[in-house]
């Protein structure tokens, strides 16, 4: 296998794995601004191949779908692959450098909070966990 068709493989796993937990996969910039101008709550991944997405990111946010507190909406966007969604996002995301993996808190259409890599990567999934429930109790209750 050439290692184009292996990170085809490690793109489609790491999609396949955010839709089946439950989060709409937003490819377009129109997609991107249907979503986020909603009023209500959204809560948005930035998805990415590295490691630290695959054992760490992904996991909290689908641990995120089972919490007591629960947002509108559940969105993913993929750094790297679709670019002009992931651009769209990232210009709600003012104030913050692109970062991915990444988590925001979207409500009524303006980000709330932002777990920004640096708050990922190194870290024990369990105090990513807890720092997004926080956000949660905070911006969505």
């Given at each position: ?79 790297g692959?679709?670019?002009?969604a992931?651009?769209?996002a ?18 009524d ?33």
């Amino acid at each position: 296998m050439d290692f184009q068709m292996f990170m085809n493989d490690v793109v489609e796993t790491a999609r396949k794995e955010m839709v089946e937990g439950g989060y709409k996969e937003l490819k377009t910039p129109d997609e991107v601004d249907a979503l986020f101008k909603n009023n209500g709550t959204t809560f948005v991944m930035i998805n990415s191949v590295c490691g630290c997405a695959g054992g760490i990111a992904r996991p909290s946010a689908l641990y995120m779908k089972n919490y007591e507190v629960q947002a509108d909406n559940y969105a993913t966007v993929f750094a790297g692959q679709d670019k002009e969604a992931t651009e769209q996002a990232r210009s709600y995301f003012t104030g913050y450098q692109p970062s991915s993996p990444s988590f925001a808190l979207i409500k009524d259409g303006k980000v709330q909070a932002m777990v920004e890599r640096h708050e990922i990567e190194g870290h024990e999934p369990i105090e990513v966990v807890q720092k997004l429930e926080k956000a949660f109790d905070q911006y969505f209750k």
